[in-house]
């Protein structure tokens, strides 16, 4: 008998409780959230809250809120979200400390009980932290990615159609390269309804709106002023998962694990790629012009030192 989908997410804080939701709403699949025993209470509660949300609208998802990793076993998709969050003046790196010995107990948890799901990471730093679980839980290079160029994008997408007042649904961009501060926004290759941007926006407004993409989530943790962004988060996840298990085949930026595309080999890094059925299907390759290519480097040098503070 067809089953449902199962979708496992790790770490069911503020990302982590969106997802559930957006995959209900979604009709995705059975969700489980799991987390550490000391919360196991209030995911408890988590999941029962959204089984009673889901009555009201008439959603067959099921939740569960768990602290035993056993219970998501089976699951297609596993989407990594167990971290720290940045406070206030922190960067990204700051949180390496922290997050690579939770990310080596996530990793150890996949291998034994999901090893072979989708898994999605949205943990930061995050390009250092997907590289980290593939490393560690030993998955194909095919069934892991990082989520952030589909957030960065979003929110370049949504500074655009601000300024130039158009439907976001026309405005196409895409960010690749780490998810820091020297990530890439593609100006040349964005349009508006397939109109150039660049000839849309003079040079000054434009490189002022790359700059508050390329600050996206720091704006964000100074406005939260507890932790960092989470609806956003989980909808650029949510809709990772949903081309993975839908066999949509959407082409997104996202961190894959290169093979000599864009010069950089064996490490995860922001890219065009195709998500279906198969995973990472396939990276597409971009012709950059010079100044982009070094943008690119640049940031996959901080990318490399990140994942060398790791010492994984
Ligand atoms: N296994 C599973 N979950 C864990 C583990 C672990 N070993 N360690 C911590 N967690 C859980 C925490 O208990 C918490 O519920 O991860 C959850 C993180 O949730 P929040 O603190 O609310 O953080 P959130 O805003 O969801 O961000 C999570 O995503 O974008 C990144 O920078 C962000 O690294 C952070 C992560």
Known sequence: MARRNKIAVVGAGNIGGNIGLLCAERRLGDVVLYDIPQVEGPVKGKALDINQLNAVRGLDSRLVGTSNFADCAGADVVIVTAGRPRKPGMSRDDLIATNVEIIKNVAENVKQHTPDAFVIVISNPLDAMVYALHKIAGLKDNMVA?????????????????????????????????????????????????????????????????????????????????GSAYFAPAESAVAMAESFLLDRKRVMPVAARLHGEYGIDGFFFGVPARLGKGGVEKVYEIALEADEKAMLDKSFEAVKSTVAACNI
């Open 146 to 226: 990082g989520m952030a160029g589909v957030l960065d994008s979003a929110r370049f997408r949504f500074f655009v159609s601000e300024a130039l007042d158009v439907s976001i649904d026309d405005v196409n961009a895409m960010v690749l390269g780490g998810h820091g501060d020297d990530m890439v926004p593609l100006t040349r290759l964005c349009n508006v309804g397939g109109v150039p941007l660049e000839s849309l926006l003079p040079a000054d407004k434009l490189a002022a709106i790359v700059e508050r993409t390329r600050k996206g989530g720091g704006e964000l943790v100074s406005l939260y002023g507890t």
